[in-house]
């Protein structure tokens, strides 16, 4: 989603600058930054003793090279979750994703899935190849869908069973299925985990969602028939939410707390709600 990259000039060319001391590092251990003195980024030059894993350029953000790597120490350095980032920062979060996603992906191909074959890096690209089958393996990144149902000032939220414990009402989403387009796959994951249909689909934007490697698409979408019947398994309540009495929701720097926001908005106006 990403509202204030005005702020910011991020590239994403196709090789990276020569590396320099003046680099910043998104280091990773156990999955978390690593955050020294409350810091999501930090010089290349402070680390120039730590031996560094797979090591990936991010991107330029502001013309400042950013890259990313494991951190391979034994010691434990103060960390910094993503989410905890995202609170801070859209611009580092999106970093802090792609950096995520990239090293996800050396992980994750170290081996060809066809004929099983050690992969190596291709340069200038994010690459990697199998050279007996000539296949390669780029970042994975899975689309999904995630959609605001409304009802004039009502908005319909659901609170998932494995995130009940906290509290939050959110949207609902879900991935997008081979061979589906943005649209069936709307329909679908309304119909199978809270039983209503939905009309009039509105788009609103994209976030990158690294948990683990989501591209979120979102969706305004107006209640058009049904009754309300969670998913078992999946949907521990769903409710339609008055846009003024609206329960905990997820923070705005989230595609999903962002989309309920701008619709509790719309409606502060005589007008009623905006057409997105």
Not at 34 to 41: G, K, L, R
Request: charged share 20%; proline share 7%.
């Amino acid at each position: 989603m990403l509202y204030e990259l005005g702020q910011h000039r991020i590239e994403l060319p196709g090789s990276a600058p020569a590396a320099s001391s003046d680099d910043r590092l998104l280091l990773w251990q156990d999955g978390e930054l690593v955050s020294p003195e409350d810091n999501w980024v930090q010089r290349r030059s402070a680390w120039s003793a730590h031996p560094l894993l797979n090591e990936e350029f991010v991107g330029l953000l502001d013309g400042h090279a950013y890259y990313t790597a494991q951190l391979d120490s034994p010691e434990s350095w103060p960390r910094l979750g993503l989410r905890d980032l995202g609170l801070r920062s859209e611009t580092a979060f999106m970093l802090a994703a792609r950096a995520r996603g990239l090293l996800d992906w050396r992980r994750q191909h170290r081996f060809c899935g066809q004929c099983g074959q050690p992969t190596t890096r291709l340069p200038g690209e994010s690459a990697m190849v199998c050279e007996p089958c000539q296949l390669r393996f780029y970042p994975r990144v899975s689309p999904c869908v995630i959609v605001l149902i409304t009802r004039g000032p009502e908005v319909l939220l659901a609170q998932g069973v494995r995130h009940r414990s906290s509290g939050w009402y959110s949207t609902l989403a879900g991935f997008v299925e081979t061979g589906e387009s943005l649209e069936q796959a709307v329909h679908r994951e309304i119909r199978e985990e809270v039983g209503v249909e939905v009309t009039n689909l509105r788009y609103q934007g994209s976030q990158t969602w690294p948990f683990p490697h989501q591209l979120m698409l979102g969706f305004w979408a107006d209640y058009a028939g049904g009754d309300i019947i969670p998913e078992p398994g999946e949907i521990a309540d769903a409710q339609w939410f008055h846009v003024d009495q609206l329960p905990q929701f997820p923070p705005g720097f989230s595609i999903a707390g962002y989309m309920i926001e701008a619709y509790r908005r719309s409606w502060s106006s005589v007008d009623g709600p905006c057409s997105g």
